[in-house]
Every structure is written in structure tokens, then in C-alpha cells.
């Protein structure tokens, strides 16, 4: 069948019109279409970045508690380094200290003196020792003694008493 117009000529849309028309609703679904593919890309990048995100905090966060154990570590390193530092020390005095009372024990064996040791302690490399003896020959002896051995670099005097019931107390700093 033949498509009967019954509109009249003269309102029928020039040509031109039309055409225009047809390319406008063209650009519109070209437009639409765009828009519709952009929303979704932008949607999709969106969705990516924030889901990268969340992975970049939970590493972050992984690091940062790994910093606080490695802080943690770093702390207890340096306190067992200090103590082990303070350790040194206290063996090198220590032997120094026995250095030192191997070599009055042996001036007592060699020199046979009426004097005793009645204590001693340490301080730095300085090893104090304490002594008494009966009488000043005893002391003198001793004192004689040590200074003409030549073992020590240093001898210092750093206490003195005398009572009738013990006799001679006196303290020497010693350094070899």
C-alpha cells in the first residue's frame, strides 16, 4: 500500500530540515553513548584507584608497625650493647684487679712480711687494698717492697689508723 500524506505541502519540512534534524539526533545518541562510555570509565577508574588505595594504607600500615617493632629491636640492641659495653669495662678492671692482687700475693710469699690484706675494691683501674699489721717495720717493709718490685705504675696512700688492739690499718690505690 502507498503511504497516503495528509498533511499539506506547504507545512511538510523542507529537505534541509530534516537533514538537520537526522544529523542533531545522530549527535545526540553519539553524545549519549559518549557520556554513557565515560560514566563507566570513570566509574570503573574510580572503583581501581580506590581499591589500590586501600591496598597502599594496609601496607602503609604493615610498614608502620613493622618501624615500631624494628624501634623496639633497635632499643633493646642499643641497652644490650650499653650492657655489654659496662661488661668489658667491669672484666678489664676486674683483671686488672687480679693482676694486681696475684702480684701482692706473690710480694707476700716472696717477702715473707708480717702484714695481711684485710680487704680491697675496685674503682676505675685503680685497685684498693686494704692491710694491717702489727707493727710500723711490717708496713715499711711492704711499702719498701712494692715500690722497689717496679710493678706498679702508681702507688697512692689513701688511708691511714692506728689502734692499740690492731696496730697498723692503712688503705694504698694501686695501678699497674
Request: hydrophobic share 40%; glycine share 6%; no cysteine.
Amino acid at each position: 500500500m502507498k503511504d497516503i500524506n495528509l498533511i499539506p505541502q506547504e507545512e511538510k519540512p523542507s529537505k534541509f530540515v530534516l537533514y538537520f534534524a537526522k544529523i542533531v539526533n545522530r549527535l545526540l545518541i553519539l553524545s549519549l553513548v559518549g557520556f554513557l562510555t565515560a560514566l563507566i570509565v570513570g566509574v570503573s577508574v574510580y572503583y581501581l584507584y580506590s581499591i589500590k588505595n586501600k591496598e597502599v594504607v594496609a601496607r602503609q600500615n604493615e610498614l608502620k608497625n613493622e618501624i615500631s617493632i624494628l624501634e623496639k629491636s633497635e632499643q633493646r640492641l642499643v641497652l644490650i650493647k650499653d650492657r655489654l659495653t659496662k661488661i668489658d669495662s667491669i672484666l678489664k678492671n676486674s683483671n686488672i684487679a687480679g693482676n694486681n692482687i696475684d702480684i701482692i700475693e706473690e710480694t707476700f710469699k716472696v717477702a715473707e712480711l708480717p702484714t695481711y690484706i684485710s680487704g680491697f675494691s675496685l674503682s676505675g683501674n685503680v685497685t684498693e687494698v686494704g692491710f694491717y699489721t702489727d707493727s710500723s717495720a711490717g708496713m715499711t717493709k711492704l711499702l719498701s717492697f712494692m715500690v722497689g718490685s717496679g710493678k706498679f705504675s702508681k702507688i697512692d696512700f689513701l688511708g691511714f689508723q692506728y689502734t692499740q688492739t690492731s696496730g697498723y690499718n692503712f688503705r694504698l690505690g694501686l695501678n699497674k
